[in-house]
């Protein structure tokens, strides 16, 4: 790693610049606190001591295009989201209290995509602002970005009952609004968050173990595509947030790459 990329990371993590003085920490070194989601970036100095470089993995999969219905594939942003909060393509738009569009810089070279809208998500009507998603904040300013600099979003738009998986039906008919979305933001990388989300995106069954620390390909584009753990699933097993974060310099490597 050159010293620039190295201070860079040292940087974003808050930590200033660091000397081996005895053996090497072992590989299992807590980092329970390395995603901090209510301490700030600084905190997480006694976690990491360096930051490394991942290698990229060649392109490993290519999502098949999401084909947008002829009615969005026209939309700008105000109108897709009109299009959104007026949606009753399933038994959704019976049960929300209102649909989640996304939010964010739409200039942003980042999108992070999740699953579904959680209880908070549907009351406030913006993805990821409970417990989940100060989780994402500090997972974001651990790799340098701010909130506001990347795109949020989720495959459906409405909250399954009782946080319940979306049923097949209900994913086919949301796919497109997040199809337009992706065409109208155009995104350099995506990162997509939980086992969920990667399947319906990825069209597969496979593991998210197995989705991980690969690049994958999206749409006609082929916006490259990382896959990690839901900051949710993380804070119910914070033991894989070291996972998480070689994925997180995984999509940074990637990102800086091109």
Request: contains cysteine; proline residues 7%.
């Amino acid at each position: 790693m050159s010293g620039a990329l190295r201070k860079e990371y040292l940087a974003a993590l808050g930590l200033e610049t660091w000397t081996l003085r005895g053996p090497a920490a072992p590989a299992s070194e807590p980092v329970a606190a390395l995603f901090n989601e209510s301490a700030p970036v600084a905190a997480m100095a006694s976690v990491v001591a360096v930051a490394s470089v991942v290698a990229v993995a060649p392109v490993v999969a290519v999502a098949p295009v999401v084909a947008a219905a002829p009615r969005e594939a026209a939309y700008d942003w105000p109108q897709l989201r009109e299009r959104v909060a007026a949606c009753t393509r399933c038994g959704l738009s019976a049960t929300r209290t209102q649909t989640v569009f996304g939010v964010g810089n739409l200039q942003a070279e980042w999108l992070v995509v999740g699953e579904a809208p959680g209880a908070e998500e549907d009351r406030q009507g913006e993805p990821f602002v409970g417990r989940a998603g100060q989780l994402l904040n500090g997972m974001l300013r651990a790799i340098g970005l701010k909130r506001e600099q990347v795109y949020i979003a989720n495959v459906l738009k409405c909250r399954p009952p009782h946080n319940r998986d979306p049923v097949a039906a209900e994913t086919m008919e949301c796919l497109p609004y997040l199809d337009r979305q992706i065409a109208l933001l155009k995104p350099r990388i995506m990162l997509v968050v939980g086992r969920i989300a990667a399947q319906n995106l990825l069209r597969t069954d496979a593991k998210l173990g197995a989705l991980r620390q690969q690049v994958h390909k999206f749409g006609a584009s082929g916006v490259p595509l990382v896959v990690t753990y839901h900051p949710a699933y993380l804070l119910r097993s914070p033991a894989e947030k070291r996972k998480a974060w070689e994925d997180l310099k995984f999509a940074r490597e990637v990102f800086a790459r091109g």
